[in-house]
């Protein structure tokens, strides 16, 4: 669909639709460039401000997976009025509101639509050295892969609509949603990453597969040390698989060696997150680095694999 607008030919876009990238990027001098991006989802939980939080978590993301930090952003809402109360409305936005106060950004009002299914998330605006940007293309053969949150994001949601998720499961994966990129990016920059994506709703298959394609890259993943929020891999194996996990393994699988893995371990490399981690190479010793900071403030992180010559394969170790 993308591919039939006409191209974007201004030299001050330095990162636009083509690349399939978590956020367009638009210099404005040689220090500073604006990150734009715009996310929204429909509720993940029962309680509102908690859904808001989670939101405005997964929408602020994409201006850290590009290196950026956030300034000032807008809601957007689509509401049923005819269902659902204002004061349920106003939870949802102080749930926003509380991420922005984290983050050290500002909420400057937004708009709302009528709508039959809530949907709620935001237009963010930030800021990046132009120099200093993670992009989906610039990964590098020889990087180590760093992953900053654990899969299972997906599993846990859909148990969480069926109404079987433990109590303990729930509590792990909204403090991983709402837990902000902001650290894991500085992080990132700091071991000298040019590479990263965050991993959302195409989970990690999806995004380092685009990611190589990109780059111009292989990348090999370890199945065995990419971690999994605890009470997952147990709900994914009673069938709480979200039907986009499976859409995610079909879009990358014919670029994908499985290497012997199959079945439920695959899938969960597949699994569609909500306000996922930063997936970003760096030397060995830099990722080495990177993980004992990203440990010590109270990451669950992992390095999963590495990036190899190649043109756009995924490899399963």
Avoid: C
Wanted: cysteine-free; overall charge negative.
């Amino acid at each position: 669909m993308v591919r039939r607008l006409a191209p974007v030919d201004d030299p001050a876009l330095l990162v636009g639709a083509a690349t399939g990238d978590d956020a367009a990027v638009y210099r404005l001098d040689d220090g500073r460039a604006l990150v734009v991006t715009a996310d929204f989802i429909t509720p993940v939980v029962d309680d509102a401000r908690t859904w808001g939080r989670v939101a405005a978590a997964n929408a602020v993301s994409d201006v850290y997976a590009m290196g950026g930090r956030p300034l000032l952003a807008l809601n957007l809402v689509g509401w049923n009025s005819e269902e659902l109360s204002s004061d349920l409305l106003a939870e949802v936005l102080l749930g926003a509101q509380d991420v922005a106060s984290e983050g050290g950004f500002v909420i400057a009002g937004g708009h709302t639509v009528d709508d039959p299914e809530p949907k709620f998330g935001l237009a963010v605006v930030g800021e990046a050295d132009p120099d200093r940007l993670l992009t989906n293309a610039g990964f590098r053969p020889g990087d180590a892969l760093v992953l900053t949150k654990p899969l299972g994001i997906g599993v846990v949601t859909t148990a969480i609509k069926a109404g079987t998720a433990p109590d303990a499961v729930v509590d792990a994966a909204l403090a991983s949603m709402t837990r902000l990129n902001a650290e894991a990016s500085a992080v990132a920059l700091d071991a000298g990453a040019t590479g990263a994506t965050d991993v959302t709703g195409f989970g990690l298959l999806g995004h380092l597969g685009r990611a190589v394609e990109e780059s111009g890259v292989d990348a090999e993943i370890d199945v065995g040390a990419v971690p999994v929020l605890d009470g997952a891999r147990e709900l994914a194996e009673a069938g709480m698989m979200p039907g986009g996990s499976r859409r995610n393994l079909a879009w990358v699988d014919d670029r994908l060696d499985r290497g012997g893995h199959d079945g439920l371990e695959v899938l969960l490399l597949a699994d569609a997150q909500t306000s996922g981690g930063l997936l970003f190479g760096a030397s060995p010793a830099g990722a080495h680095e990177a993980l004992d900071r990203l440990e010590s403030a109270g990451h669950t992180a992992a390095v999963v694999g590495r990036v190899l010559n190649g043109a756009g394969r995924l490899y399963l170790a």
